[in-house]
């Protein structure tokens, strides 16, 4: 599928081909209930040839992580390791004012870099904690700065045939999560600060988030540019306060009530496109993913979510421009 299209006098050819597309393991509800027998429950993905990216979460086993990283191996699909909100349920954050707190989520994380080389993911994932509020959020910035760069080192330190890429997810402060980054612009504040001495940290971008935080998801693109690591598409329901979805939930694309369609997918990838994100060679950070974060709910099968999600790719295609 592609198009050629013309934006701000630049033409832009875009292509599925020229994308790694995938799922975060949340299309799967069954793994975080038993990831076990992720090898399994991931398989329709792992051996289906449409899929080229998946994101995992931690999984605290070395046998079951090294079993996962040759099965993905084998087949062809580049992992990122998500990190999700594992500290947060700790009671870890990596941007905590308590510095017990704070070394104590480096040190987890650390062991988290471990794993994620073990079965060979070639990009980390991680979440912020909650926002500690205005009074606190400068220190807040210069915890998150020292901890991620304290891991990026680390990363290198631990790398063998390449280094492993970390990107922080940027979430609403004042919505849903409520978490401390927060709008693009203080993202990149603090991954722009990381990057002065680590090129391996990066910024994830999910459309749904951006939206909730009511940002203009192809500015934003545009303000990231080349710290873009690792893109996500999602859906949200927030207008109606009684869906029983209303949140950061990630439904599927086109259930009642979606606030997410074609248009402003269309959007948010054309302006990925002019800024190069899917041009990157191989051997760069950025691995030209496009992830999907969905969670199917009842009697909606995962297979048919994963065509509806591809389906609404392909028709945001053909709208870009």
């Not at 599928?1 to 875009?14: D, P, Q, R, Y």
């Not at 209303?246 to 990838?269: C, I, N, T």
């Amino acid at each position: 599928m592609s198009l050629l299209a013309t934006k701000k006098g630049v033409i832009v050819n875009l292509t599925t081909d020229q994308m790694v597309i995938g799922f975060t393991y949340h299309i799967f509800p069954q793994v975080a209930k038993n990831k076990a027998d992720i090898v399994a429950l991931l398989a329709p993905l792992i051996n289906d040839p449409r899929w080229g990216g998946v994101q995992v979460p931690p999984l605290s086993d070395a046998e079951v992580a090294a079993a996962l990283g040759s099965a993905l191996k084998i087949a062809g699909v580049t992992a990122v390791y998500g990190v999700g909100q594992s500290l947060t349920r700790a009671g870890l954050d990596l941007h905590a004012v308590d510095e017990t707190v704070r070394k104590a989520s480096v040190e987890k994380v650390k062991h988290y870099i471990d794993e994620a080389y073990l079965m060979g993911a070639r990009m980390m994932d991680l979440n912020p904690g909650k926002d500690p509020g205005p009074d606190l959020r400068p220190k807040a910035k210069e915890a998150a700065i020292s901890s991620l760069t304290e891991l990026c080192e680390y990363a290198q330190s631990k790398a063998t045939d390449y280094v492993l890429p970390l990107s922080m997810e940027n979430f609403d402060r004042d919505v849903d999560k409520k978490f401390f980054l927060g709008p693009t612009i203080d993202t990149i504040e603090v991954i722009s600060a990381v990057r002065e001495r680590c090129s391996n940290m990066g910024i994830t971008l999910d459309i749904a988030h951006l939206l909730i935080m009511q940002e203009d998801p192809a500015e934003s693109v545009q303000a990231a540019g080349d710290m873009i690591f690792h893109c996500h598409l999602a859906n949200f329901i927030i207008e109606d306060r009684d869906d029983p979805r209303w949140g950061d939930q990630h439904p599927p694309f086109m259930v009642k009530g979606s606030e997410v369609h074609a248009h402003h997918l269309a959007r948010y990838l054309g302006a990925l496109k002019e800024v190069g994100y899917f041009d990157a060679k191989p051997e760069e950070f950025r691995k030209r993913l496009v992830t999907f974060e969905i969670r199917p709910g009842a009697g909606e099968p995962t297979e048919r979510v994963m065509a509806g999600s591809m389906r609404i790719l392909r028709e945001a295609i053909t709208q870009v421009g």
